[in-house]
């Protein structure tokens, strides 16, 4: 990402949680970054968690989702799917829109049922659903909307942040994140009807009743205060080298980059495009090795699920972790099927701006070798 400066005034926060006997320490900073998150939002309720996974499953865990019922997912990464399944609910697929490579609302439509609890959409790669359909299917079914936000820290759209659309929003401090302490999150609560619900979600000493605990160490939360509004700029500095990216490939009629709606602004956490080469004569391994060769290591041919190996590039719902349970078919999201395979990714967030702006230089070689 866009390169990531620490100085004394992180130190300084660090010390407070040193130097006020830890316990209390991170009582208060955990409320303090709380507040700060909700004065940004404007959010109903704010609740500091352990990972944006904890935060996805506390929403569901809030809204009532259990075992026989269904919510709707995306099909390309795989975290919304597993929050259904830590509540034993059925994840239901809906396929992408080709373009922007974000789930499709019709197909969200035409997968809802009676047993249908939530919607979760993934703002995927940094740039935000089509949040006027999905709420108007959401509307139309009574349905709560989570907005999985892990790719949009302070991403605008329409005049508002990510995070402002849904009943919830799930954020992620993880290290590759745009605000990075290395594992962290927090889920936003916007609706009305949720807040005291959620209340009963974090985790004391002796909880009410069997509550899971992803409260966020208070070490986390000094970071997260202090690099809050640092990561303002290293989000605006993501948006310009995935720039550099689309200029990289500007005229390139078999690689096309994520479509970025207009009213839309990619903060970029990945930028991504769809690699079309065969249909030009262009082997995709030929063109990865060449790319390779030109100093483009932080390409990944086809989007691949890190940490498992021997999966071939496809949707989410073809790896073990759900078809094993459920069995999904072949042919359930067509999009996402012809997508996956062919997409041409890597991750900003963790890249030094030097190093993309290399990366770039070397994809713009490229191409320019098989043009």
């Given at each position: ?77 795989v975290f919304a799917g ?38 979760i959409c993934t703002h ?248």
């Open positions: 990402m866009a390169t990531r400066h620490y100085g004394e005034p992180d130190v300084a926060t660090l010390r407070r949680w040193f130097d006020g006997n830890q316990d209390s320490a991170s009582e208060a900073l955990v409320a303090e970054l709380e507040s700060t998150i909700a004065a940004q939002y404007g959010a109903k309720r704010v609740i500091a968690t352990n990972s944006c996974m904890g935060a996805l499953h506390l929403a569901l865990q809030t809204i009532g989702v259990g075992p026989g019922d269904e919510v709707l997912v995306d099909p390309i990464v597993m929050a259904a399944m830590y509540q034993h609910a059925k994840p239901v697929f809906a396929d992408v829109d080709p373009r922007t490579f974000n789930v499709d609302p019709a197909s969200l439509e035409r997968r809802v049922t009676a047993r249908t609890k939530a919607i995927l790669f940094g740039n935000l659903c089509d949040m006027q359909r999905i709420r108007a299917v959401a509307a139309a079914h009574r349905l709560p909307v989570v907005e999985d936000c892990a790719h949009v820290l302070f991403t605008p759209s329409q005049g508002r942040l990510a995070g402002q659309f849904g009943d919830f929003a799930a954020f992620s401090f993880n290290h590759r994140k745009q605000l990075s302490t290395g594992q962290g999150g927090f889920l936003l609560v916007n609706s009305e009807a949720y807040v005291e619900a959620s209340k009963d979600k974090g985790f004391g000493r002796v909880p009410a009743r069997v509550s899971w605990n992803y409260a966020m160490p208070g070490i986390v939360a000094a970071l997260a205060l202090t690099q809050w509004d640092a990561a303002k700029a290293y989000v605006n500095k993501d948006h310009e080298l995935g720039v550099l990216y689309r200029h990289a490939i500007a005229g390139c009629p078999w690689l096309t980059a994520q479509h970025i709606p207009d009213g839309n602004w990619s903060s970029y956490h990945i930028w991504a495009a769809r690699f079309t080469g065969d249909e030009h004569g262009i082997a995709y391994d030929a063109f990865m090795t060449a790319l390779r060769g030109n100093g483009g290591d932080y390409f990944l041919p086809s989007f691949i699920p890190y940490g498992v190996f021997g999966l071939r590039p496809s949707p989410a719902y073809r790896y073990p972790l759900f078809a094993e349970p459920f069995g999904y078919p072949e042919g359930l999201c067509p999009e996402a099927e012809a997508l996956v395979p062919r997409l041409l990714n890597t991750v900003i967030s963790p890249i030094s701006n030097e190093r993309v702006e290399r990366y770039a230089a070397a994809l713009a070689a490229t191409v320019a070798q098989f043009s």
